[in-house]
């Protein structure tokens, strides 16, 4: 009767080779393993749901009647502002709670199991697409709260949530590499904060370009964020498509081009 003698390397090959329908069906497993967390431990949803909130109300009552003359006129500048600051903000938490999960030895249990060794990176990548999901709601459910009414219409409206959901999605490649090759989720945080803080805030989401110092505003008006800001508000108040949209998907489609695959190098060297 004759033998077959595997080599080592080839026996590592073949434990962790999963087919493509193995893969997915492994990460949406690990999604819900990760929509179960939110479930148990519910103040992880704290930045999607009293962030929105908080933000609408302060900056509206606080700059409405300064920069546009009143409450009113002002919810179709800042609901679009706040919903992408708030959305892309919360991309941060997949890059702290992927750390969190290395260091706690959530990854080297999950080695030890039958299942593609990617789906847990894949898996909280599409779990947090619920949290986006929530914060785009809330917003839009606050500023209708308050008084806006796009003019862009519901299906406009449908078509700017799911673009600032697809963009978070794409950013959200960013910090998962930095919770990959970080040491602590605190540094992970810490690095996120200083690169979208800039970026949020230097931009067109909250006041006007034209407002801003001659010095400030070319970097305003090449600033991702103030691309995206424009084409959320271009659908959803006047139904319109414009180039800022183009930019924002292609953006979007850039980050994942390059940061998934050293994300998921780094991610396989590292479990």
């Given at each position: 009767m004759?033998?077959?003698?595997?080599?080592p390397?080839?026996?590592?090959?073949?434990?962790?080779?999963?087919?493509?329908?193995?893969?997915?069906?492994?990460s949406?497993?690990?999604?819900?393993?990760?929509?179960?967390?939110?479930?148990?431990?519910?103040?992880?949803?704290?930045?999607v749901?009293l962030?929105?909130?908080i933000?609408?109300?302060?900056?509206?009552?606080?700059f409405?009647?300064a920069?546009?003359?009143?409450?009113?006129?002002?919810?179709?500048?800042i609901?679009?502002?706040?919903l992408?600051?708030?959305?892309?903000?919360?991309?941060i938490?997949t890059g702290?709670?992927?750390?969190?999960?290395?260091?706690k030895?959530v990854?080297d249990?999950?080695?030890?199991?039958p299942?593609?060794?990617i789906?847990p990176?894949?898996?909280?990548?599409l779990?947090d697409t619920?949290?986006?999901?929530?914060?785009?709601?809330?917003?839009?459910t606050?500023?209708?709260?308050m008084?806006?009414?796009?003019?862009?219409?519901?299906?406009?409206v449908?078509?700017?949530?799911?673009?600032v959901i697809v963009?978070?999605w794409a950013?959200?490649?960013?910090?998962?590499?930095?919770g990959?090759i970080?040491?602590?989720?605190?540094?992970?945080?810490?690095i996120?904060?200083?690169v979208?803080f800039?970026?949020?805030?230097l931009?067109?989401a909250?006041v006007?370009?034209?407002t801003m110092p001659?010095?400030?505003?070319?970097?305003?008006?090449?600033?991702p964020i103030s691309?995206?800001?424009t084409?959320v508000?271009?659908l959803?108040?006047?139904?319109?498509i414009?180039?800022?949209?183009?930019?924002?998907?292609?953006?979007?489609?850039?980050?994942v081009?390059i940061f998934?695959?050293?994300?998921v190098?780094a991610?396989?060297?590292r479990?």
């Amino acid at each position: 009767m004759r033998t077959t003698t595997i080599r080592p390397g080839a026996e590592r090959k073949l434990k962790n080779y999963t087919s493509f329908g193995q893969t997915i069906r492994n990460s949406l497993t690990m999604a819900y393993r990760g929509l179960l967390k939110i479930r148990r431990t519910p103040e992880q949803l704290f930045d999607v749901t009293l962030q929105p909130i908080i933000f609408t109300l302060m900056f509206t009552y606080i700059f409405g009647g300064a920069i546009s003359g009143d409450i009113a006129s002002y919810l179709p500048v800042i609901i679009p502002g706040i919903l992408v600051q708030t959305v892309i903000t919360t991309s941060i938490v997949t890059g702290v709670q992927l750390r969190e999960d290395m260091d706690k030895g959530v990854f080297d249990r999950f080695k030890s199991l039958p299942i593609a060794r990617i789906a847990p990176l894949a898996g909280a990548l599409l779990a947090d697409t619920v949290r986006y999901t929530i914060a785009t709601v809330l917003t839009f459910t606050m500023g209708f709260i308050m008084g806006y009414r796009p003019d862009g219409g519901l299906g406009n409206v449908a078509i700017a949530a799911v673009l600032v959901i697809v963009c978070a999605w794409a950013i959200s490649w960013i910090f998962a590499f930095f919770g990959v090759i970080a040491r602590t989720a605190s540094s992970v945080q810490g690095i996120s904060m200083i690169v979208l803080f800039p970026l949020t805030f230097l931009s067109n989401a909250f006041v006007p370009v034209d407002t801003m110092p001659n010095w400030l505003q070319w970097f305003v008006n090449i600033n991702p964020i103030s691309h995206l800001v424009t084409a959320v508000r271009d659908l959803a108040n006047t139904g319109t498509i414009g180039w800022d949209l183009g930019i924002s998907l292609i953006g979007a489609g850039v980050i994942v081009a390059i940061f998934a695959p050293i994300t998921v190098r780094a991610y396989m060297r590292r479990t």
